[in-house]
């Protein structure tokens, strides 16, 4: 079975994360400094878009 390797842009709407900060911009900066990972575990992705894919196929 191939595998297949993807390079992508991604678009999300992300709601309801919530960050602990003394003001807007220690937030802004926190969110800033998180990963995509740590945001989707903390938000939820209420839409996406997929754009600009290129896709390859790996032969091993």
Same mark, same amino acid.
């Given at each position: 079975?191939?595998?297949?390797? %993807?390079? %992508?842009?991604?678009?999300?709407?992300?709601?309801?994360?919530?960050?602990?900060?003394?003001? !807007?911009?220690?937030? #802004? !900066? #926190?969110?800033? #400094?998180?990963?995509?990972?740590?945001?989707?575990? !903390?938000?939820?992705? #209420?839409?996406?878009?997929?754009?600009?894919?290129?896709?390859? !196929?790996?032969?091993?």
């Amino acid at each position: 079975m191939p595998t297949y390797e %993807f390079d %992508f842009s991604l678009d999300a709407w992300i709601r309801g994360l919530k960050i602990d900060a003394d003001s !807007e911009e220690e937030a #802004k !900066e #926190k969110l800033s #400094k998180m990963s995509v990972d740590d945001i989707i575990q !903390e938000g939820y992705v #209420k839409d996406y878009a997929i754009k600009d894919l290129d896709c390859e !196929e790996q032969d091993y």
